[in-house]
């Protein structure tokens, strides 16, 4: 009895050890935050079309379409957007996922040059000048991407641009669990 | 050649005069300038085109905004931090303050958006028992074994016999055997 008490400070030693190590090593990222809008049905809203350009606004209503959809909220001013371009125009035109987007905070004419020099995959894209929409959806940068399900709930957040990787890991996973 | 020194030498004195004039003058205000910055609170992001027109609102809004966990930053209030998102924020507590929002409606509306992770006081709920109480249990804990230990101890030994005469004199012997 009275040796298991000097065993006492190794067992929480030993504890602490294990505990430190998988936090360590189980790649964990504590500033990974989570949603608090999964499963949820997406925010009320509506946004007109970006000034300039022939691709339609967005709404609340465009979502629940009985298809699944991929939500970009994206900005010209955004870096980590223009690397991730190549990967939702593949999305859309190779798995043939709808995709729409939210520009964020943006100049139009910036949005539209920045939509020409890469192609527009978007099928819908609302203008979110202010950030106000963005706000709604507990956007915490640019780019994020949502997927949404047939009946207009938020299926997954994707934080920070889809590096190509990720694809294959959470996009296509989670769209098929989406689909179900 | 001599008018100019002369002009020289005026400018000189004119510019000492001009400053003492200047800071003659100032010292006070320099005195009251500090006070007053020592008097405000913490530094503030807050930017004077964001603050509202009714002062009682306003004090509100910077008080929520204290409450409030900057969704970049992590560690800051959103009345602190400089993040683009923060100000955002700081915006929707004003407008959800003119709407005519309590407190507690104003936190649960970004609560809804963002998770308990906003507040920067976390919910009390099961999965945060530990996080409230667990101080108090380790104390009480600690207490507890503080007070077994004390009243286990071992009464103080007991006063040891005094010599005898024998061993009195023997002792004696062995100091002076020493000394000598």
């Not at chain 2, 205000?29 to 004077?48: D, N």
Request: include cysteine.
């Amino acid at each position: 009895m009275r040796y298991l008490l000097y065993l006492l400070p190794l067992v929480i030693f030993c504890g602490a050890g294990v505990a430190f190590w998988w936090a360590l090593d189980s790649g964990r990222d504590p500033s990974r935050l989570p949603s608090a809008l999964i499963d949820r049905p997406a925010p009320e809203f509506a946004l007109p079309p970006i000034a300039g350009i022939d691709t339609p606004g967005l709404s609340s209503g465009d979502l629940a379409t009985g298809e699944v959809t991929l939500v970009n909220v994206f900005a010209s001013w955004c870096v980590p957007c223009r690397a991730e371009h190549p990967i939702l125009v593949r999305l859309n035109q190779e798995e043939g996922i709808r995709l729409v987007g939210i520009n964020y905070q943006d100049k139009p004419e910036d949005a539209v040059r920045f939509l020409d020099d890469l192609t527009n995959p978007y099928s819908r894209i609302g203008a979110d000048p202010e950030g106000r929409t963005s706000l709604d959806w507990g956007l915490t940068g640019v780019p994020e991407t949502f997927v949404i399900d047939g009946t207009g709930r938020i299926r997954y957040r994707h934080v920070g641009p889809i590096h190509p990787s990720e694809v294959e890991s959470m996009i296509l996973p989670a769209v098929e669990e989406a689909r179900k | 050649m001599m008018r100019e020194l002369f002009a020289v030498r005026n400018a000189g004195r004119d510019i000492a005069g001009t400053l003492r004039e200047i800071f003659g003058r100032t010292v006070g205000g320099l005195a009251a300038a500090v006070v007053a910055l020592l008097l405000v609170s913490p530094v503030s992001a807050l930017m004077p085109d964001e603050i509202l027109n009714d002062p009682a609102l306003e004090a509100r809004a910077r008080a929520l905004s204290k409450d409030l966990r900057c969704v970049v930053c992590q560690n800051e209030s959103i009345d602190s931090s400089n993040a683009e998102i923060a100000r955002q924020m700081r915006l929707v507590v004003r407008e959800r303050l003119v709407a005519g929002d309590g407190d507690g409606q104003v936190l649960s509306y970004l609560q809804a958006r963002y998770g308990d992770y906003v507040l920067m006081k976390p919910p009390i709920k099961p999965e945060t028992y530990l996080l409230w109480y667990g101080p108090a249990v380790v104390l009480v804990l600690g207490a507890i074994g503080a007070g077994v230990y004390l009243l286990r101890r071992p009464k103080a030994a007991e006063v040891a016999e005094p010599l005898t005469a024998a061993e009195r004199a023997r002792l004696n012997r062995l100091l002076n055997k020493d000394d000598a």
